[in-house]
């Protein structure tokens, strides 16, 4: 996987700084069509609590394969599930179903939720 996102970052939009990534990140998962409170810019800092109660944490780096509604080959987010961290590496919003957004795991677990839980406050 390293070696993909190597490959790829020469064409790829990279930001450093908080400030200049919070708006990014908002910008980009406004502009693909997902909660602008899916980054890690919705907590300030590296981790959080989805309003779902998810207790999920943010790496210093986070890549992402973008498309309209979509985050597919995620790296650099996990969440906790009972006693065990998975990484998150896909999240999307169904086409069929835009008022949910699906998670996917790397152990291949998936669970929908409602969009609402990640709008930010606005």
Known sequence: MAYQIESHRSGAEVVTGDAICKKKSIDLLEELGLPKGLGPSAYGGHSGVWKIKQT???AAE????????KL???????TKELM?????????????????????????L??????TAFALGE
Do not use: M, N
């Open 56 to 58: 999920v944490s943010y």
């Open 62 to 69: 986070v890549t992402a394969f973008v498309e309209k509604g």
């Open 72 to 78: 597919q080959k995620i790296t650099g987010v996990k």
């Open 84 to 108: 065990l961290w998975l990484s998150v590496v896909e999240v999307y919003v169904p086409e069929a179903s835009p008022q949910k957004v699906t998670f996917k795991t790397g152990t291949g």
């Open 110 to 115: 998936s669970d929908s939720f409602d969009a």
